[in-house]
Protein backbone atom coordinates (compact mmCIF):
# COMPACT_ATOMS: atom_id res chain seq x y z
CA UNK A 1 0.00 0.00 0.00
CA UNK A 2 1.39 3.83 -0.73
CA UNK A 3 1.62 6.35 1.16
CA UNK A 4 -1.37 8.04 0.43
CA UNK A 5 -3.38 4.38 0.61
CA UNK A 6 -2.19 4.03 4.48
CA UNK A 7 -2.64 7.93 4.80
CA UNK A 8 -6.76 7.24 3.68
CA UNK A 9 -6.81 4.45 5.61
CA UNK A 10 -5.50 6.52 8.84
CA UNK A 11 -8.46 9.23 7.94
CA UNK A 12 -10.91 6.90 7.38
CA UNK A 13 -10.37 5.03 10.75
CA UNK A 14 -10.42 8.94 12.53
CA UNK A 15 -13.81 9.41 11.03
CA UNK A 16 -14.74 6.07 12.07
CA UNK A 17 -13.71 6.94 15.67
CA UNK A 18 -15.51 10.56 15.56
CA UNK A 19 -18.47 9.38 13.87
CA UNK A 20 -18.69 6.94 16.66
CA UNK A 21 -17.92 9.52 18.90
CA UNK A 22 -20.72 11.62 17.57
CA UNK A 23 -23.51 9.19 17.47
CA UNK A 24 -22.43 8.31 21.50
CA UNK A 25 -23.14 11.91 22.63
CA UNK A 26 -25.90 11.93 20.71
CA UNK A 27 -27.40 8.84 22.33
CA UNK A 28 -26.01 10.35 25.52
CA UNK A 29 -28.36 13.59 24.78
CA UNK A 30 -31.07 12.08 24.14
CA UNK A 31 -31.14 9.74 27.15
CA UNK A 32 -30.72 12.98 29.21
CA UNK A 33 -32.86 15.14 27.03
CA UNK A 34 -34.66 17.59 28.76
CA UNK A 35 -37.26 20.13 28.24
CA UNK A 36 -35.39 23.23 28.16
CA UNK A 37 -34.95 25.40 24.68
CA UNK A 38 -31.44 25.41 25.24
CA UNK A 39 -31.05 21.87 25.24
CA UNK A 40 -33.02 21.74 21.72
CA UNK A 41 -30.29 23.89 20.70
CA UNK A 42 -27.68 21.46 22.17
CA UNK A 43 -29.50 18.64 19.85
CA UNK A 44 -29.27 20.23 16.90
CA UNK A 45 -26.09 20.57 17.35
CA UNK A 46 -24.98 17.51 17.89
CA UNK A 47 -27.05 16.37 14.92
CA UNK A 48 -25.51 18.75 13.28
CA UNK A 49 -22.14 17.55 13.84
CA UNK A 50 -23.38 14.15 13.50
CA UNK A 51 -24.54 14.69 9.93
CA UNK A 52 -21.51 16.44 8.78
CA UNK A 53 -18.95 13.79 10.07
CA UNK A 54 -21.39 11.33 8.51
CA UNK A 55 -21.02 13.11 5.17
CA UNK A 56 -17.15 13.00 5.52
CA UNK A 57 -16.62 9.07 6.62
CA UNK A 58 -19.43 8.70 3.39
CA UNK A 59 -16.57 10.27 1.21
CA UNK A 60 -14.07 8.17 2.91
CA UNK A 61 -15.85 5.43 2.53
CA UNK A 62 -16.23 6.33 -0.89
CA UNK A 63 -12.69 7.34 -1.79
CA UNK A 64 -11.54 4.00 -0.39
CA UNK A 65 -13.64 1.92 -2.46
CA UNK A 66 -12.98 3.25 -5.44
CA UNK A 67 -9.07 4.34 -5.13
CA UNK A 68 -7.36 2.33 -2.26
CA UNK A 69 -9.40 -1.03 -3.19
CA UNK A 70 -8.94 -1.42 -6.48
CA UNK A 71 -5.23 -0.57 -6.00
CA UNK A 72 -4.54 -2.97 -3.85
CA UNK A 73 -6.48 -5.73 -6.18
CA UNK A 74 -3.80 -4.38 -8.86
CA UNK A 75 -0.86 -5.21 -6.28
CA UNK A 76 -2.29 -8.44 -5.52
CA UNK A 77 -2.79 -9.24 -8.79
CA UNK A 78 0.76 -8.28 -9.67
CA UNK A 79 2.16 -10.22 -6.73
CA UNK A 80 0.16 -13.02 -8.19
CA UNK A 81 1.77 -12.91 -11.85
CA UNK A 82 4.96 -12.82 -10.04
CA UNK A 83 4.43 -15.71 -8.34
CA UNK A 84 3.31 -17.85 -11.36
CA UNK A 85 6.38 -16.51 -13.07
CA UNK A 86 8.53 -17.99 -9.78
CA UNK A 87 6.98 -21.46 -10.05
CA UNK A 88 7.50 -21.41 -13.68
CA UNK A 89 10.97 -20.72 -13.49
CA UNK A 90 11.55 -23.44 -10.42
CA UNK A 91 9.84 -25.59 -12.06
CA UNK A 92 12.60 -25.21 -15.02
CA UNK A 93 15.31 -24.96 -12.85
CA UNK A 94 14.45 -28.24 -11.41
CA UNK A 95 14.27 -30.07 -14.79
CA UNK A 96 17.52 -28.71 -15.46
CA UNK A 97 19.14 -30.15 -12.25
CA UNK A 98 17.46 -33.10 -13.08
CA UNK A 99 18.65 -33.40 -16.07
CA UNK A 100 22.58 -32.81 -15.13
CA UNK A 101 21.82 -35.32 -12.06
CA UNK A 102 21.33 -37.78 -15.03
CA UNK A 103 24.14 -36.58 -17.02
CA UNK A 104 26.36 -36.85 -14.19
CA UNK A 105 25.07 -40.29 -13.32
CA UNK A 106 25.69 -41.39 -17.56
CA UNK A 107 29.36 -40.04 -17.55
CA UNK A 108 30.26 -41.70 -14.08
CA UNK A 109 29.15 -45.07 -15.73
CA UNK A 110 30.94 -44.70 -18.57
CA UNK A 111 33.95 -43.24 -16.74
CA UNK A 112 33.80 -46.53 -14.96
CA UNK A 113 33.37 -48.71 -17.63
CA UNK A 114 36.65 -47.31 -19.15
CA UNK A 115 38.65 -47.82 -16.37
CA UNK A 116 37.45 -51.22 -15.91
Same mark, same amino acid.
Given at each position: MSDDDCSLMD?? =?VGVSQFEANVAALAQVLEGYA?????FQHLDDDIRRLE??? =??LC #????KAT /????? #?MLADIEAKNQQLDQ???ASRNCEATV?? /? =??KISQLETELKAVRE
Amino acid at each position: MSDDDCSLMDDL =RVGVSQFEANVAALAQVLEGYATEVTEFQHLDDDIRRLETTS =RLLC #GSVEKAT /QIVVP #GMLADIEAKNQQLDQLCLASRNCEATVKA /Q =REKISQLETELKAVRE
